[in-house]
């Protein structure tokens, strides 16, 4: 466990670290899903996060005037992390990822590889190669993959910047289902740790948070919750609960009673 | 007497384009109403920097890729 508590300690005041840029926020929050952009840009300020995921497409050829993410969200406010969804080999991360960097120049990138339906899971033969190909390529990759401690300390030691292990499958608000997995990756991870995918609720991440990751990346929950801004406002504090509790740290579980009260004193 | 211009024809994001022979990128993104600081531009699977948008003159068939940020996860 030594390695979670200096790594609490070190994480203390500053908030994170990843690829040498400070975030007080340890909340990451996707821009998909949303129901328009006034919300998107709204549920996110109130989030309190200062990363956001963000996808490239092709721009509409036949509506011109339809509204763009960056005049909602604005880039120079947030770090934009610009997202692989969408591509299922090496190359095409790769060209995606240079298009976004031409687009925005952002080295600092998530790389997602993702398998078929229903699943969605990490293909993690995919993401290794395209981790290299992007590293090789002067991004730095932080990368979306299986709950799989072995894979995990590979990408890193093959340089990603930051290991982003799913706690369910993406969209499915199932929390943290995984959490030996979890908190092993984290154990043995000299890289930020992040639980991406499968939150589903306050609650989830600070689960999340208590287990000992740097960060959390939240997107559906608060995008398809009832009110999305209420829930990032929870998100917010949700995260910031779990990570003061890991670093307060818990009390141990017993199977046995122990009274809160003293027990001498008694009237008689 | 009118001159005809000859036009030439792109694929832009995957649809046909017909644009006058000699228009360069700038051209073509100021055609669409597009703003370049917000995009990406790959002129047949190479990507075109933003400095070179002037002197990038499209030829008959090229295929472009206009890209831009919108949201995701």
Request: hydrophobic share 45%; with cysteine.
């Amino acid at each position: 466990m030594d390695g979670i508590t200096q790594k609490a300690h070190a994480g203390d005041l500053g908030g994170w670290t990843v690829a040498g840029r400070n975030f007080a926020s340890r909340l990451v929050v996707g821009t998909g899903k949303y129901k328009d952009l006034e919300t998107t840009a709204e549920a996110i300020a109130q989030s309190g996060a200062e990363m956001v995921t963000v996808a490239l497409r092709r721009v509409n050829v036949h509506d011109r005037n339809a509204p763009m993410l960056q005049d909602f969200v604005d880039p120079k406010r947030y770090t934009y992390l610009p997202n692989t969804a969408g591509c299922f080999t090496a190359d095409e991360a790769v060209r995606t990822l240079r298009l976004a960097r031409e687009a925005g120049g952002w080295n600092l990138v998530k790389l997602e590889v993702l398998g078929p339906p229903p699943t969605l899971y990490p293909d993690m033969a995919a993401t290794l190669l395209a981790a290299e190909a992007l590293i090789k390529d002067g991004f730095e990759v932080m990368v979306y993959c299986a709950d799989d401690p072995v894979a995990a300390k590979r990408l890193e030691d093959m340089g990603c910047v930051a290991i982003m292990p799913l706690g369910a499958p993406i969209g499915s608000g199932l929390g943290v289902q995984n959490p030996v997995m979890i908190q092993t990756i984290i154990e043995n991870a000299k890289v930020p740790v992040l639980v991406d995918a499968g939150v589903g609720t306050a609650w989830d991440a600070a689960y999340a948070m208590e287990l000992g990751c740097d960060a959390v990346l939240v997107n559906s929950a608060i995008a398809m919750a009832d009110d999305p801004v209420k829930m990032a406002v929870a998100m917010k504090h949700g995260v910031i609960a779990g990570r003061l509790a890991f670093e307060a740290g818990r009390i141990p579980r017993k199977s046995s009673a122990s009274a809160s009260s003293p027990m001498t004193g008694l009237i008689r | 007497m009118s001159q005809t211009i000859e036009q030439i024809t792109l694929s832009v994001n995957g649809e046909s384009m017909q644009v006058p022979a000699g228009t360069s990128l700038t051209g073509l993104v100021a055609l669409m109403e597009l703003d370049t600081r917000k995009l990406a531009v790959e002129r047949n699977l190479e990507i075109v920097p933003r400095s070179q948008y002037g002197a990038t003159v499209l030829q008959h068939g090229d295929a472009l890729e206009i890209v831009h940020f919108v949201g995701g996860g």
